[in-house]
């Protein structure tokens, strides 16, 4: 996503903008390029500045990225039968698929859990492992946790920083680069 003036996307947006955002993002496939981490922190620090109920922020957030998962997942569950029975492409092999199966077997939760923090694989995560047919109860835990860990706790950050730190809306965009980087950094480490 260009640069956007997030404070001001959030004033005007509000509450139910910033909620839909945060759904999308994590799991409706046309929500991979939603700014998560850095809505969620500036919404935070706009709850320090009493824009914002840091209370109804959290608990909107939380339960967008735990429910916009659960969509993910069922709609790549839905999908996920026809690529099993799908012929092999150029972009598509079926041992992809089963090896994505396996995978979110022995390591699903580590995988939704981590995924939370890096954008992009985020958003399909949740579809990868409703269509790798990763089992549903350790599917719903670890996206309860994750939620908790980054959704819950960035918000949290935000309205922190926003509370102890003097005019710190004047290091606002530096802190926003620096979450942008924190969270691509994993991806880019890895490549």
């Not at 500045?49 to 993910?72: K, N, R, S």
């Not at 039968?81 to 041992?95: A, C, T, V």
């Not at 089992?135 to 102890?164: C, E, K």
Request: glycine share 10%.
């Amino acid at each position: 996503m260009p640069f956007v003036d997030l404070p001001t996307l959030i004033k005007a947006v509000g509450y139910i903008g910033v909620t839909l955002i945060i759904f999308a993002e994590c799991g409706l496939l046309i929500g991979f390029f939603l700014p998560g981490d850095s809505l969620l922190f500036t919404a935070g620090f706009l709850a320090s500045q009493h824009v914002l109920d840091i209370w109804v922020l959290t608990i909107l957030c939380a339960l967008a990225a735990v429910v916009g998962p659960a969509v993910g997942y069922w709609f790549g569950r839905a999908v996920g039968p026809r690529l099993f029975n799908r012929e092999d492409s150029r972009f598509f092999h079926r041992k992809h698929l089963e090896r994505a199966h396996a995978f979110y077997e022995r390591h699903g939760g580590k995988a939704l859990i981590l995924a939370r923090f890096m954008p992009v694989v985020r958003t399909f995560a949740p579809i990868v492992a409703g269509a790798g047919r990763m089992s549903y109860v350790p599917f719903v835990v670890y996206t309860l946790i994750g939620a908790v860990i980054w959704a819950v706790g960035v918000i949290w950050a935000g309205f922190y920083l926003g509370s102890v730190i003097p005019d710190v809306d004047k290091y606002l965009l530096p802190i926003i680069g620096l979450i942008i980087v924190a969270s691509i950094a994993p991806s880019v480490i890895h490549l």
